[in-house]
């Protein structure tokens, strides 16, 4: 009986385990991965990046200030 007790606890944590360890983590992954990235062109090399990451001018985007550089001055 005090197994029966122990098992049914164990099959509780596994059970727990594997539907909220996977469903959070899978929050994580999408949120980052669902999120639109909006891509942008370098006008110097034509690179494409996140805008995130992107050097913006009023002009046009660039991926490094010194492509900004090497076209805006
Ligand atoms: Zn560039």
């Keep these: 009986m005090k197994y029966l007790i122990l098992l049914g606890l164990l099959f509780g944590v596994i059970m727990w385990f594997k539907f909220s360890r996977p469903s959070g983590s899978d929050r994580r992954s999408t949120g980052s991965a669902d999120q639109p ?8 090399c034509g690179l494409h990046l996140p805008e995130k990451e992107a050097v913006a001018s009023p002009q046009a985007t660039y991926c490094s200030a010194a492509h900004r550089d090497a076209v805006e001055n």
């Design 37 to 44: 990235q909006n891509m942008v062109r370098c006008a110097h």
